[in-house]
Structure formats: structure tokens, C-alpha cells
């Protein structure tokens, strides 16, 4: 289990903004959204990236968790997925990222710790 990169952790009232380096007018999402409210995030588009982008993020470097071909670089998994979520707020160009970070969200449990 590796921990997350140094600079790169977060708590449930980290705000979106700061800990992706954007502007509310960039991301979507005001000033005080923080990464809780992203977990919570409803609907499709933005609200799913943002539900499953920081759902991964979190599940990324605990489990054996499969990274989508179209976004490892082969560098590290943690920083592949940041970058691509980022990028995808950035262009507003949620798909097929949300869908293929939500499928590997919704795996069955085997790659989970059983302790």
C-alpha cells in the first residue's frame, strides 16, 4: 500500500479548487466545494466525474487498482489519474474518463485487503 504523494493528500474539507490548482471558472464548482462534496456529487457529466474522479484518487494507491491505457504514462498511478481528472475539469471534457473511472470504481472487491 503506498500513501499518496507528498503535497498531493487531502481531507474531506480540502476544497476542490485549491487541491486541483483551479479556478472556479475552470473546474465548475465554486470556491467552497470541497472533496467531500465531490464524493457526493449527483447526475452525469461534472457530477460524475467529480463523484468517481475523487473515489479513485482514494482508492488508487490502497487497492489493486486498474488505471485507464488511455491515461498511464507508466510514472505513477496516483499522478496519472490527478492529471487526467485536472485535465478533464480544465477542458470540460468529462467523457469517456468519468465512465471508464466509474466502471473500475464498481469492480467486484477481489483486488481489496481482506484484513
Do not use: W
Not at 96 to 103: D, K, R
Amino acid at each position: 500500500v503506498q500513501a499518496m504523494p507528498a503535497g498531493l493528500e487531502f481531507t474531506t474539507t480540502t476544497t476542490l479548487n485549491s487541491y486541483f490548482g483551479l479556478t472556479a471558472a475552470e473546474s465548475g464548482v465554486d470556491d467552497s466545494f470541497t472533496m467531500e462534496d465531490a464524493v457526493n456529487a449527483t447526475g452525469g457529466d461534472l457530477g460524475k466525474l467529480l463523484r468517481h474522479g475523487v473515489s479513485a484518487l482514494l482508492n488508487v494507491n490502497s487497492v489493486n487498482y486498474p488505471i485507464p491505457p488511455s491515461i498511464d504514462t507508466a510514472a505513477d498511478n496516483f499522478t496519472d489519474l490527478y492529471n487526467a481528472i485536472k485535465d478533464a475539469l480544465l477542458n470540460d471534457t468529462y467523457e469517456p474518463l468519468a465512465t471508464q473511472i466509474a466502471a473500475n470504481n464498481n469492480l467486484d472487491h477481489q483486488s481489496c485487503p481482506t484484513t
